[in-house]
């Protein structure tokens, strides 16, 4: 049997560009004692598939060169000879750009299902972009009912389950996100008070608008200009839970926005940067309260599916110019 994959065959200097990944076939190996066979059904593309492209200083060690492409996967369990994985089974991990996956279990997991609610929503909230709201936003956010809370790319993975969190929390949510549809989908569907469209608005000038008494809790996953524009409006005691900054993941000299250290001293501001496998050891915290939410109507998702393993280069891209609206995924074979 043959296995499908991404390789990364040089590291991007900016853009993601053509040759910088090739998809190669290979036989796969027999399973060894203690491995199980993934077959991958959906391939989660994230900001940070950029970051581990690098070899920038990282959280975890860069892909090598020749290497499958990391990503978060879920998918079927086909053969096994691990014990307690069974054919069938549904998890979701740490895996590769690729159809199938040979693996021993190592940052896998069973994934639930919840009645009702289909295996891209529950993969697309429970596994990766809803712990990364989830403890942002309450650990380090620490949101309080009647505080107001800033979420940029409101309208993608992470974004749009802070909101909702905030808005069950009792906060004033505003989102940032990139043309109308995304404004109008996180204040009509999703419950914001308000969505500034950075690509048409002044953000400052919006935010002083919309918040006059200032931000309390500023979810920040974009970084530059609009970044700074948050930042000179945050209030005394301030939170900043620091998630991404995508807007310089393809500089090939990043600069880095002031540091507002005397803002910061005189506001006394937490900023924390974050990433979610901080709190793997308390991920079904996260899951029991985000499947109950969902579960009672409290917390929606979008998913933003693509087919075809085949196109997971070109759609990557897509992430660094906000062309994805909602958790963006590859549909690698059916559900």
């Given at each position: 049997?043959n296995?499908t994959y991404w390789?990364?065959?040089?590291?991007p200097?900016g853009d993601?560009?053509?040759?910088?990944l090739e998809l190669?076939t290979?036989?796969?190996p027999?399973?060894?004692e203690?491995?199980?066979l993934l077959q991958?059904i959906?391939?989660?593309?994230?900001?940070t598939?950029?970051?581990?492209?690098?070899?920038m200083e990282?959280?975890?060690?860069?892909?090598a060169?020749?290497?499958p492409m990391?990503?978060?996967?879920?998918?079927?369990v086909?053969a096994s000879r691990?014990?307690?994985?069974?054919?069938?089974?549904?998890?979701a991990?740490?895996g590769?750009?690729a159809?199938?996956i040979?693996s021993?279990?190592?940052f896998?997991s069973?994934?639930?299902?919840l009645?009702?609610?289909p295996l891209?929503?529950?993969?697309?909230?429970l596994?990766?972009?809803g712990p990364?709201?989830y403890f942002?936003?309450m650990?380090?956010?620490?949101?309080?009912a009647g505080?107001?809370l800033?979420v940029?790319?409101?309208?993608?993975?992470?974004?749009q389950?802070v909101?909702?969190?905030?808005k069950i929390?009792?906060?004033?949510?505003i989102g940032?996100a990139g043309?109308?549809?995304?404004?109008?989908y996180?204040?009509?569907e999703?419950g914001?008070?308000?969505?500034?469209?950075?690509?048409?608005?002044?953000v400052?000038a919006?935010?002083?608008?919309l918040?006059?008494e200032?931000?309390?809790?500023n979810?920040?996953?974009?970084?530059?200009?609009i970044?700074?524009?948050v930042l000179?409006?945050m209030?005394?005691?301030?939170?900043?839970?620091?998630?991404?900054?995508?807007?310089?993941?393809n500089d090939?000299?990043p600069?880095e926005p002031?540091g507002?250290?005397?803002?910061?001293?005189?506001r006394?501001?937490t900023?924390?940067g974050?990433?979610?496998t901080?709190f793997?050891?308390r991920f079904?915290?996260?899951?029991?309260?985000l499947a109950g939410?969902?579960?009672?109507?409290?917390l929606?998702t979008?998913?933003?599916?693509?087919?075809?393993?085949?196109?997971?280069?070109?759609?990557?891209k897509?992430l660094y110019s906000g062309?994805?609206?909602?958790?963006?995924l590859?549909e690698?074979s059916?559900?």
């Amino acid at each position: 049997m043959n296995r499908t994959y991404w390789k990364l065959v040089r590291r991007p200097v900016g853009d993601i560009a053509p040759g910088d990944l090739e998809l190669v076939t290979e036989a796969l190996p027999e399973l060894a004692e203690g491995q199980f066979l993934l077959q991958v059904i959906y391939l989660s593309l994230d900001p940070t598939n950029r970051i581990w492209m690098s070899d920038m200083e990282q959280y975890m060690p860069p892909v090598a060169l020749g290497a499958p492409m990391r990503a978060g996967v879920c998918g079927r369990v086909i053969a096994s000879r691990k014990a307690g994985v069974s054919e069938g089974q549904i998890m979701a991990g740490l895996g590769e750009w690729a159809d199938h996956i040979v693996s021993d279990g190592s940052f896998m997991s069973p994934l639930p299902q919840l009645p009702g609610v289909p295996l891209a929503a529950t993969y697309g909230t429970l596994a990766l972009v809803g712990p990364t709201a989830y403890f942002g936003l309450m650990d380090i956010g620490q949101p309080k009912a009647g505080e107001t809370l800033v979420v940029s790319a409101a309208a993608g993975g992470v974004g749009q389950i802070v909101g909702q969190i905030g808005k069950i929390k009792g906060c004033k949510v505003i989102g940032i996100a990139g043309g109308r549809a995304k404004c109008d989908y996180v204040v009509n569907e999703l419950g914001f008070d308000a969505a500034i469209d950075y690509k048409a608005e002044d953000v400052g000038a919006a935010l002083d608008r919309l918040a006059p008494e200032g931000v309390d809790i500023n979810f920040e996953q974009v970084g530059g200009s609009i970044m700074v524009e948050v930042l000179k409006r945050m209030r005394i005691f301030g939170r900043v839970p620091l998630c991404g900054l995508i807007s310089s993941y393809n500089d090939v000299t990043p600069t880095e926005p002031p540091g507002f250290w005397t803002m910061m001293l005189m506001r006394r501001l937490t900023v924390r940067g974050f990433i979610v496998t901080d709190f793997a050891p308390r991920f079904g915290e996260s899951g029991a309260a985000l499947a109950g939410w969902m579960m009672g109507g409290q917390l929606k998702t979008r998913q933003d599916i693509r087919p075809g393993l085949e196109n997971a280069l070109e759609t990557v891209k897509e992430l660094y110019s906000g062309g994805n609206f909602g958790k963006l995924l590859i549909e690698v074979s059916a559900p």
